[in-house]
């Protein structure tokens, strides 16, 4: 996506200039994750990805359910996840790769860039299958109209097949416009929808005792047939950006999210024993709905001084998210076994009851300074009002409404000290949420509240030699902490303060070796508020530490030809809330390659990788006490031609 990034960036060019009316021609062949990433903190390309953070996990908490997504840098409220189509990489925003990025987020930020259709026909296909069975095919190109109007387009049609034995069938199919009108204005008007068939709910593991479950043999569903989700995802939006003065830059976000749940379920195998007896349990949830509206308008000023150059921002964020949960039906398939497979006919009718409603709006108004002054350093803010109002209908209960009007705030300030050596340090106080109740909740799938949260970093970013750069810092991170009541109610039992540190290492080794390191180290601490039964003082699923190693060595041997491997070890994990029941460390090894080449004069690049290599399956967390399992050894690939 991006090259080695300087820690001194154009901001006049950044925050200033449309972007470049001539597009780059289509092309999807050069697409790799380690060559590309400008740090080991999270970054995504097309099929691939890597990184010690990402849109669910970032110092220890999530990101995408902190509601902390931006298109193009600008707010976006997301239901339903973008389609690949659409999105041509993913960066993490952390400590300094976050440095005079406007609005900062304490649970850091998914930066999320859509594809620029271009100025020149074009277009890639991409084949994509794995040893599961998957398989799929993808087009995605470019078609000029006019000279100020460009299309892009892509479609999608896969059928995947999932490492616990379930599958389904989906396509997408998404549309891109760019329009230039005048000098200085741009408008890029896109559209997705995806609908997703028959996928089999897959089936999580809940232990009688403090123990970790057995878990079915790879690649074996033992739920009905019947049990599968049907839905269809959708997300438009509108980008524009006009150059309304010299230094004058209005920019204008613009988005609708939907996710409709045309029906679900979900596979529980409860009490579960050691020798993997349990109780089948299934719940069947009707039809719901849940869709946003939010966006961003915002006027940046910039005045060069000299050396020195300040930037202003002036935004206005907006949302209104609608969400239908609840009223949920239950089947109890009676005793059951790992390696069983429940056969029960599917009910003529499900006895649904009513649903519950939430409706979030929320304002906020930012001002924003972001001042740098060339080989000695930066200093950036931000300060915002937010006006919250969530609106909770349940059903037989009075109205709930929940209002907050907090002062968001942050700063942070970096120096260069000696050479290319640069030290920082920050803080911020964001109003974020907290995604839902897990589903083995009394209360499952219900809209947790909005939260107050907090962090302070600090550290340094070096060249090791001109290709190499490095960063580390340490950060804490203070917010309100979820867990289960005595009645099994999900709802905030405590704070937990997460204190770590993080480094990243990345660069070219030689002309021919890339390399891509970091590592996150936490120490998280739970403070428990009120009687709410036994809780420990380690939060759920934060492992002690997460190490990755990425290499790509473009091989001498035959032209085109690069091979690569992928490290991981992650740290012992606490998988209760009472902390009587911890995941084992585990290590990943994947091992792969590109080769590029032509075929009929044009570029093409066939990807092979062999992912767990050691067969180190283990145990996977979707909330207190509730497990699944990761994938075993399998093989994936697919073949890019770009025409």
Known sequence: MIGRPRFFLNVAAAALTCTSAAAHAQSRSDENAVTQAEDAFGFSVGRESLGIYNAGNARGFSPAAAGNLRINGLYFDQEYNLAGTLVDSVSIKVGLSAQGYPFAAPSGIVDQTLRRPSDKAGASIVANFDSFGTFGAEIDGSQPVTSKLSLGYGV?????????????????????????????IEVMPFWAVTDDFNDEAGIFYVPAGNFLPKLPRPH??????????????????????????????????????????????????????????????????PHVKSVSNSGEIRLTHSIPDGPRLHVFHL?????????????????DFGPGRIGEDVTAPEPASFNFGEKSHDQVRQTTFGLAYDGRWKNVGEISFGISQAR??????????????????PLLYNATAAANIIGSVAIYAGYARGLEESGTAPPNAANRNEPLPAI????????????ITKSIKAAAGVFDLTRPYFGFDSANIYRQIGTVESRGA?????????????VVAGGMFLDPKVTASGAVGNIGSKPVGLPTHLIISNANWKTPILKGLELDVAMMHRGR?????????????????????????????????????????????????AGSGVYTSNPERYVQGYLTVDF
Do not use: C, M
Not at 156 to 184: E, K, M, Y
Not at 397 to 405: F, H, K, L, Q
Not at 452 to 463: C, P, S
């Open 502 to 514: 993080e480094f990243s290492v990345s660069g070219s080794v030689t002309p021919r070796l890339d």
């Open 573 to 621: 994990t606490p998988a209760t809330t009472d902390n009587l029941v911890f995941l084992p460390p585990r290590a990943r090894v994947d091992v792969g390659g590109h080769y590029r080449f032509k075929i009929a004069g044009r570029s093409a690049t066939f990807r092979l990788q062999l992912v767990n290599l050691f067969n180190n399956i283990g145990w996977g967390l």
């Open 220 to 285: 074996h569903y033992e739920g009905p047939g019947w049990a599968d989700y049907r839905y269809t995802g959708f997300n438009t939006g509108l980008l524009a950006s006009a150059r309304l003065a010299q230094n004058w830059v209005l920019r204008l976000g613009a988005f609708r999210s939907d996710n409709d749940l045309k029906h679900s379920f979900t596979n529980i195998l409860d009490q579960e024993q050691p020798d993997g007896s349990g109780e089948r349990l299934l719940f069947a949830d």
């Open 452 to 463: 107050l949260t907090q962090q302070k970093d600090a550290g340094l970013r070096f060249n």
């Open 156 to 184: 999608n049609v896969t059928r995947v097949a999932f490492p616990d034995g379930t599958d389904n069938f989906n396509h997408t199919v998404s549309l891109i416009g760019l329009w230039r009108p005048a000098p200085g």
């Open 315 to 331: 935004s206005l964020r907006e949302r209104d998210a609608r969400r239908e949960f609840g009223g949920s039906d239950f089947i």
């Open 388 to 405: 919250f109002r969530k609106e909770t209908v349940l059903p037989g209960e009075p109205v709930a409404v929940t209002r907050s009007n």
